[in-house]
């Protein structure tokens, strides 16, 4: 929740170097998201979770993905 407030923020104001903030903001919530679905797909044992589990994971590692290709854009 505050990564989307601060994300709003930064649309109006300008904080120095509040792109690699938000970046790293994200990187600590996706990390998060990660290791906890992880433990759900671990302590599951229905199979039909198995696909919203995998699909969970795959959607956070590509927001990893997306914001370290953020903070280490050419800018």
Do not use: K, T, W
């Not at 903030?21 to 998060?32: E, P, R």
């Not at 044992?45 to 959607?59: G, H, K, N, R, V």
């Amino acid at each position: 929740m505050d990564h989307l407030v601060f994300g709003i923020v930064l649309i109006f104001v300008n904080i120095p170097y509040g792109s690699l903030i938000y970046s790293v903001l994200g990187l600590v919530i996706f990390a998060g998201l990660i290791m906890f679905d992880f433990q759900r797909l671990r302590r599951s044992s229905d199979i039909e979770s198995a696909p919203l589990l995998a699909a969970s994971i795959f959607l956070d590692v590509l927001n990893v993905f997306l914001f370290f290709l953020r903070i280490f854009r050419g800018r």
